[in-house]
């Protein structure tokens, strides 16, 4: 049962627009979520994450947002560079240090 | 600091064969999680090591197993090898500190 949902496989979007990339999830006890960010042939590298105590977290061009109430977290990027093309994972897990349980996955591909 | 290295990046086994995947986390890391990525699935959680223990484990069959040994690093089995089973797996090293970081995965394709 996936617990963390993507449910965009793809999304493209022109350079310097803005990219929203969407998550849900189903376990009420998530409460610490990361998005990660994969390039073919290497593995996911951290980019930004946000814990249940807030609802944005900002770090330059991205923007997690959460909504504890829905279930739902996005990633929102602005603007867009091509180098952003990458294939977006979000995960989520109770507390740090614990499980992560992983999304499918969106493939970002920002058009120049 | 080095990274998270995983040994080897390409791999081509049989069906029926057996495989090891290693995994060498980053220095004073204790935790190893083990992932199996293909195409729609996402990130399939197998296993996590700590401290030589296996501390949490996926909804894999019994075909996959995994250890760790005194140094951190870690090693998959997989065996009896199925068509199934060709996809990236995917080692992440981790630390309160630090938190995730991942390898850059072992290609396995099963013919």
């Known amino acids: 049962d996936q617990q963390v949902k993507q449910n965009s496989p793809s999304l493209s979007v022109q350079e310097g627009r803005i990219s929203i990339l969407n998550c849900d999830y189903t376990n009420s006890m998530f409460d610490y979520f990361l998005w990660y960010k994969k390039y073919p042939a290497e593995g996911p590298t951290f980019l930004i994450s946000i814990s249940s105590i807030k609802d944005k977290n900002e770090d330059g061009r991205f923007t997690v947002f959460l909504n504890k109430s829905a279930k739902h977290l996005s990633l929102h990027i602005v603007p867009s560079q091509p180098g952003d093309s990458a294939v977006y994972f979000c995960?989520?897990?109770?507390?740090?240090?614990?499980?992560?349980?992983f999304g499918t996955g969106t493939s970002l591909t920002v058009i120049p | 600091k080095a990274g998270v290295t995983q040994t080897p990046r390409y791999l081509i086994k049989t069906r029926g064969q057996q495989v090891t995947l290693s995994c060498s986390p980053i220095?004073?890391?204790?935790?190893v999680s083990w992932y199996q990525q293909t195409p729609g699935q996402g990130l399939q959680f197998l296993f996590e090591y700590f401290s030589e223990t296996q501390r949490n484990k996926g909804n894999f069959p019994g075909r996959f197993s995994g250890r760790q040994f005194s140094n951190s690093r870690s090693e998959m089995n997989v065996s009896t090898l199925e068509l199934g089973d060709s996809a990236l797996y995917l080692c992440?090293?981790?630390?309160?500190?630090?938190?995730?970081?991942f390898g850059s995965g072992t290609r396995l394709t099963v013919v």
């Open positions: 220095s004073g890391h204790r935790s």
């Open positions: 992440a090293s981790s630390s309160t500190v630090d938190g995730y970081t």
């Open positions: 995960a989520a897990s109770e507390g740090t240090g614990n499980q992560f349980y």
